[in-house]
């Protein structure tokens, strides 16, 4: 249940982790749901969190890289809520813009 004057936010953080000494670095994007006033104190909770995150939380001690992208939930959170969604503008074919923005590694992403 909302507070009264609260809405539900997701706020997407962004964090690297590096590899080991032959390895690459790991970079997460993690989204959170909080409750706040507004988009700025789910932010700034949500960076706190980060913080402790990638210093203690997670499996190898990380970075968080600052990048903190907060989106209104029109929707309770529940079965089929949307938590998240970016627009972005782009003259790349899908196959590159896929390459370019959500390579997995495991294809043929750019170098």
Not at 14 to 40: C, H, K, N, P
Not at 43 to 50: L, P
Not at 90 to 97: E, T
Request: glycine share 8%; net charge negative; proline share 5%.
């Amino acid at each position: 249940m909302v507070e009264d004057n609260k809405h539900w936010y997701a706020v997407r953080c962004v964090f690297r982790f590096d590899g080991a000494a032959d390895q690459e670095s790991s970079y997460e994007e993690r989204i959170t749901l909080w409750q706040a006033g507004d988009a700025d104190e789910a932010i700034e909770r949500a960076e706190a969190d980060a913080q402790h995150y990638a210093a203690e939380t997670a499996e190898t001690p990380g970075e968080y890289l600052g990048l903190a992208q907060a989106y209104w939930l029109f929707d309770e959170p529940g079965d089929g809520a949307e938590v998240f969604s970016m627009f972005r503008e782009s003259p790349l074919d899908p196959d590159a813009f896929l390459a370019a923005y959500f390579d997995d590694g495991i294809g043929d992403g750019p170098d």
